[in-house]
Structure formats: C-alpha cells, structure tokens
C-alpha cells in the first residue's frame, strides 16, 4: 500500500480514493516538487478534515468552507440584482436543503442559479461546497460548488401537507391544515431601516398537537378577519424557533385559508388538581367565576389590563389571570374553555394562579369532551346543563330522597337561617350558585337555567342551603 493510500486510510472521508488520488497529485504539481506524495496527502487531509461537517446541524457562522450532503426540499425563483461598477446584473437563486441533523438555505449564484434553474428538482442529493454565513432567517451557506450525487441517499422525507408533529425548525413551503383556536390583535413595530413592520399571532391545533401562527406585514390583518373554531389551511409557511418553541410563520408568500373539512383537534390538558409552582401547562374546565376587566397603570406609564376568571375541572378550581389582549376574550359563566401555555405562580393567600399571557390561547369550547360534564341521565333531572356537571365541586350530582330528607332533618337542628344571591352555574338537583368570591350548593326543586341570578333564602349546613324560597331576578338571566 502506497504512502497516498495509508493517508486516506486514517481520513474519515466521503471523498472517494480517485478523486482524493487526483488532488493529491494536483496539489504536488501546484508545489512545483516542493512536496512529495505524503506531504501533499497530508494537506490534503488537513483540508478535508476543516471542511467535512457531519450534518447540517454542525453548520455555523465563521467557519471557513464547508462541504456537506444534502437532499433538495425546495427551490425558489432566481433573482436579479446590480453589481456595482459591473454592466452585467447578477442572479442568485435560494434554495433549501435537508439532511437527518437539519435544514438549511443555499444560496446559488450566477452559472449556478442559471443551472439550477432548468435543471435542479426537489428530491435531488446534492455535495455542496460553500461558505456559512448569518441569513435573515439563520445560518446560510452560499455556495461556490454544487454537484449531483445519483448513488448517495440521504433519508428525508418531503411531504405535500404536514401536520403539527411533522414540523421541525427550517422547514420551508410547509401546507398545514388546523382548528383555529385563538386570535391576537395586530401590533405594529419599528424596523432598524427605519420602516414600520405589523405582526399578529393565530393558534392552531390538528389531532397532532398544536402551533402558535405569526403573521407578518400584509398577512397581519388575517387575525382580525379569522374567527376561532374555524377550519384553515396554513399555505407556504416556515418553521422558526422563538423561546425554544416552534413557531409557523407566514410571510408575503404564504396564506391562511378557511377550509371547509373539519379539523379535529382534542387539547391534552393537566389536571388542575395536580398543579404545581414553575410549571407552563394547558388546563381546560368550566367556567365558574368571571370578574370584570380591570386595567392599570405600568412602571413605564403605558396601561395595562388584565380580567381574572376561576376555571374548575374534576380534581380542582384555579384562578387564571387574563392578561392584556387575552383579557379581551369572550369569557362568561357556565362556558367551557381551554387555556393553553399557562404559568403557574403563587397567587394570592397562598392559593396557586395561572397566568394567560402573550403566548397563551384561550379557546371557549361549543361543547366540553366527552366525559367532561361528570352527569348523567340519573344523575340530574335535567340533561341540559350538560357540560358543566364536572365542575361545580364535590357536591355535584342528584341528591336522593332520602338525602334530601336528611339534610332537612339535620337542617333543622343544626343550621343557620341565610339569605344568598349568587349566579346559577350549574342547573338541575343540586343548584350551584357563585357569587364571585364564593360558591353555595343549593337543594330547591324551582327550575332554573345557568346564567339566571337568584336569591335564595333557607337553612345552611355544612355549606349546603335547603332552600325555603327561590327568587329569580328578572331580566338578569345570561
């Protein structure tokens, strides 16, 4: 075994041994003979070993040329510029690869743009040879070499529409479709140019989970026109990172489209039972208190507003605090909602709070999932409260006869004379009534509706009311 042979040996190289042979004999005639075989391997080597990445997820600004294996994902329209002190207009066209590690956008110039526009198709592996560079949008490679390898394959998938799960950072012409769950108000912004920017925020979700939508500059006014619980196609979006999140974002390019099909979408929440301190989570429950919207004054002396809503699931009720734009929500006694990306503090008196802020959605459900409402057709003489049975406490459910006939009794000798106002917020047997800092179960046979207002006047035990009266202000059903 030669001296050539014995280098490329211990080189960990995709370069094949011809091609390695040929640049080591090119390198000793460019030397004039002021190195032999071993010292241009050597060079060679030394040259390989600087430019070969592993992946495209070793790719970083500041390094000197890299070469890398890749497979094309898109490719995108060749563009004109002037050069200064030139007559002939240059051409780039940006394309976008992929390899298991990553994605990532080359830049072909002139000859090469000319190539690839005629000849270059999604699907194709390319050896790329260039220099990494900060992009608009991330790490680029602008490319000095690009060549066709039939016989090299590099296992990624392209697909036509993707789902929620399917995403992944540096994905380009991405066609997802998904539940609206949460729109946000457009804001505006100043660019380093000098120029006013506009960005609004969407929530989607499909059966695979769900993505927080930016929309940028034209696109922004999307947020506005779109209504939660709609279903749209998100087309010609990419893949950004934002707090270690993926984001999808769409630019003058893409679109977002009201669909007719229905997209299902089922939040995997927490219990809120379970809650602890630090944590970020999704819960989803009934609605049983819901203040008014206060606003204050900030530090910097901009306002501010916030509104708090207390939310109760089968295990447990919390107070969530709506805070700017999400306090806008339409929130009310009685309805189902499901909040996502909530912080968990320690609130006041010591009880824990969820705090809704800028990357949280709020979502009010038409109907709550199924075995959410905790009633049944035995449970309740009624079965249009269905969707809030789950949420009004321990006390929730039918109470028998005989279980009326004991609280009575023991009423009698062992209770208070109340009087209490409180909105209904579950109907049938028993009543739960909130009045915004407290809940009563209420035993009375008088039908009422969720929403009403009531004063009921009767005898308090342990926190139950039999109720001797029932009065319904008029008017004050929601």
Request: glycine share 10%; proline share 1%.
């Amino acid at each position: 075994m030669g001296v050539i042979e014995d280098v490329y040996e211990d080189l960990d190289t995709d370069v094949e041994f011809e091609k390695f042979e040929a640049a080591v004999k090119d390198k000793v005639e460019q030397m004039g003979g002021l190195a032999d075989e071993e010292t241009a391997a050597m060079l060679i080597a030394h040259e390989l070993r600087d430019e070969e990445v592993h992946g495209i997820a070793d790719i970083e600004p500041g390094m000197e040329d890299v070469k890398f294996l890749a497979k094309v994902v898109s490719i995108g329209e060749v563009r004109t510029f002037e050069r200064d002190d030139e007559d002939e207009d240059g051409r780039v066209l940006n394309i976008e690869v992929a390899d298991e590690t990553g994605r990532i956008r080359v830049s072909l110039w002139d000859q090469m743009a000319a190539g690839a526009e005629e000849n270059l198709e999604v699907g194709t592996v390319l050896r790329i040879a260039g220099r990494p560079k900060d992009g608009y949008n991330g790490v680029e490679v602008s490319a000095n070499k690009v060549e066709e390898d039939i016989e090299a394959e590099v296992d990624v998938q392209i697909l036509d529409s993707y789902r929620v799960e399917d995403l992944a950072m540096g994905l380009s012409d991405v066609n997802l479709k998904g539940k609206l769950l949460d729109t946000g108000e457009v804001r505006t912004f100043d660019r380093d140019d000098g120029t006013e920017g506009r960005v609004s925020n969407l929530s989607l979700g499909d059966p695979t989970g769900r993505i927080r939508v930016t929309l940028w500059d034209e696109r922004a006014d999307l947020a506005e026109e779109l209504e939660p619980g709609q279903s749209v196609e998100v087309v010609d979006g990419y893949v950004r990172e934002r707090d270690g999140s993926l984001e999808l974002h769409v630019g003058s390019r893409g679109a977002v489209e009201v669909i007719d099909e229905s997209v299902e979408y089922v939040p995997e929440t927490t219990d809120v039972g379970t809650l602890e301190i630090g944590q970020t989570v999704d819960i989803a429950g009934g609605v049983i208190e819901a203040d008014g919207k206060r606003t204050f004054d900030r530090d910097d002396g901009s306002q501010g507003q916030v509104r708090n809503i207390r939310v109760k699931d089968d295990t447990g009720d919390i107070r969530v605090a709506l805070w700017g734009e999400k306090a806008d929500t339409d929130v009310e006694l009685a309805d189902y909602v499901v909040i996502t990306d909530v912080q968990i503090k320690d609130g006041w008196q010591d009880d824990l709070e969820a705090s809704a802020g800028w990357r949280s959605s709020v979502t009010v459900m038409d109907d709550a999932p199924d075995g959410a409402s905790g009633t049944d057709d035995d449970a309740s003489g009624s079965t249009s409260d269905q969707g809030l049975g789950a949420f009004a406490g321990d006390s929730a459910g039918a109470a028998t006869s005989s279980d009326t006939t004991a609280a009575s009794s023991e009423s009698s000798a062992d209770g208070e004379d109340v009087e209490f106002t409180g909105t209904v917020v579950q109907a049938g047997n028993p009543v739960i009534l909130d009045d915004g800092t407290q809940t009563k179960t209420v035993e009375t046979d008088a039908e009422l509706g969720l929403g009403d207002e009531v004063t009921v006047n009767g005898t308090e035990t342990d926190g139950r009311i039999t109720a001797d009266s029932v009065e319904v202000h008029t008017g004050a059903k929601r």
